[in-house]
């Protein structure tokens, strides 16, 4: 059998970002060639739970499948910053690279549907039916994705996001007002207006260093995105069982790099990716659970929202997504037909 061949990138130098770039090979190796190399990029620390469940094992598997395709990997911000890598893969920089919505709400605003309040509880829940949706052929494909000249691999919707503050003490409702709350943009910052804070849009690479200097004062993260960036350090209170929000976090690869790929390459790469779309979730939901002690272990205290509260939160968060849909309407997007897409495949 093929060894597996998938190369990691040492850290480009800043410098030399410009030449290095130009150095590297064409994106895709004509199809007559023996081998066919891929690049990968994405703006995860090493070792983040969402590269080790989707992009690793996607480039070994594929690899290992295929026995023809290679991969170049560029982690952590190596080729571009998180908001940058969707057009870096729209301009062949990288031919797979991981794209969040909410950092490129420009572009892609229906696709933070995910990201909304609505009823699901679990990883899996909120992934599957996002799948569905944004999948080749799709409803969000047809009207996002595929315009962006980009073809979902696979995604991951976070865990249920919860409020985790830095000093002030979660007692309710109340002591969530004035508090500056990282946000990740589109559907959130509706979430944080409503509860009375201020949206400071922020990728997460940036939140540890925010939340040291006092420029935000909480953030709305699920919580095994907290111990990869070190947040934990700087937390005191958090929530739990309430769900505020989530992430999506895709990787696409653009369509002419998708175009030039042959069948059986094509197919490799579908079939993996849905079923590491499906193991990927399974791993942040058994992440949720187990790194929700290790927060606790480092100092953070959980706390219930009175029963009264819970009730008036739900009334809050239940208005989003009809007030998202309805500002994408406005704008003479489909907003309404994307959101009851979702619920429709959520109820599945």
Known sequence: MKETSVKTRA??????????????????????AQEIELRAADSLPTGHYIAKALIEPFMERVSERTGKTEFAYFPAQQLGKAKDLLSLTQTGV?????????????????????????SFTTSCEGTMAYWEIAKPGGALDEAEFAPNGVRMLMV????????????????????????????????LDLTVQKLGGVPVQMPAPEVREALSRGTIDAGLFPYPSVTPYGMEAYLDWGTQDVNFGSFVATYVISTEAWDKLPED??????????????????????????????????????????????????????????????????QGKSGTDILEAFRAALEK
């Open 11 to 32: 850290p480009l130098r800043v410098a030399g970002r410009a030449l290095a770039l130009a150095a590297l090979p064409l994106a895709v190796q004509p199809v007559a």
């Open 265 to 330: 390459v094509q197919q490799a790469m579908t079939e993996i990716g849905e079923t590491l779309t499906q193991e990927g979730c399974e791993t942040a939901d058994a992440q949720n659970i187990e790194v929700k002690q290790q927060i606790a272990d480092a100092g953070v205290t959980y706390v219930d929202l009175p029963a009264e509260d819970t009730e008036t939160l739900a009334e809050i968060l239940g208005t989003v997504g009809a007030e998202w849909a309805e500002q994408l309407d406005a």
């Open 156 to 187: 991951m919707v976070l865990p249920p996001y919860n409020l985790m503050t830095s000093s002030r003490e979660i007692t309710g409702l109340e002591s969530m007002k004035g508090l500056k709350i990282r946000s990740t943009g589109g559907a």
């Open 94 to 118: 990288t031919d797979i690279g991981y794209v969040g919505p909410s950092y490129v709400s420009d572009k892609m605003p229906l696709s933070a549907v995910g990201q909304l309040p609505e």
